[in-house]
């Protein structure tokens, strides 16, 4: 038995208890919720991107009238 497995072995005796069975599904189990999470990341950089592309809209747009003479200092 290797060191990283004896560390592991001691790794879930601590997390689990020693007297618990550790079910090998709970073993290499990911979290569901990590699929959501990707989501909201997307959902949360399209309205990045579109605050900025709006930002950005309304700057040339204040630049330009401003050079036009439409706004006047």
């Known amino acids: ?13 601590q997390l689990y208890g020693k007297e ?3 079910p ?3 073993a290499f189990q990911t979290h569901p919720v990590a699929g959501h999470e990707i ?14 592309a709006l930002a950005i ?3 040339l747009l204040l630049f330009v009238s401003i050079n036009r003479g439409f706004i006047r200092f």
Do not use: C, G, V, W
């Open 24 to 26: 090998k599904a709970a």
């Open 39 to 52: 989501d909201f990341l997307k959902h949360d950089l399209l309205k990045t991107i579109a605050f900025a």
């Open 57 to 59: 809209t309304i700057q």
């Open 1 to 13: 038995m290797t060191d990283i497995e004896k560390r592991l072995i001691s790794l879930k005796a």
């Open 20 to 22: 618990q069975i550790l």
